[in-house]
């Protein structure tokens, strides 16, 4: 019985040892003004881009069009009509969960961030007569 009971215990010690050497996380150094500032960025941001939204129908044939030429115009049409519901959708989301500081620390949920960033961004040029990977 003894040799049980200390089979049992050493083994008990060795299960529970990791726990003693683990090293908790480090406390979170945020201030309340972070935080607040955080919450105001992203209900703002959200705000901004559902109102913004409607110009990525344009936005998004420009490039297009740009990149790939004339098929490029009927392309971005329909690339920027589902840019419009990810905008917008997206803008909902952050304006309905300002408080939740997911994903990140109140980071954005598109990139970019606002509909009128990355509008002269090219795509590499592709060779004429090569053929595209969609």
């Known amino acids: 019985m003894n040799a049980r009971l200390s ?7 060795l299960a529970l040892a990791p726990l003693a050497w683990s090293v908790p996380e480090a406390p979170c150094k945020m201030q309340p003004d972070d935080v607040f500032q955080g919450m105001a960025t992203k209900l703002v941001r959200g ?32 690339k920027g ?8 959708v997206s803008g909902a989301l952050e304006t309905a969960l300002f408080l939740v500081p997911e994903p990140g ?13 990355g509008w002269r961004d090219a795509t590499p040029p592709v060779p004429r007569g090569a053929a595209r990977d969609f």
């Open 7 to 13: 089979l049992f215990t050493g083994a008990l010690i």
């Open 47 to 78: 705000i901004t881009n559902m109102a913004t939204c409607p110009a990525e129908l344009p936005k998004q044939t420009y490039r297009t069009t740009r990149d790939m030429g004339v098929p490029g115009a009927f392309i971005g049409f329909f």
């Open 81 to 88: 009509l589902g840019m419009v519901v990810y905008r917008g």
């Open 105 to 117: 620390f109140y980071e954005s949920l598109t990139t970019p961030t606002f509909v009128w960033q």
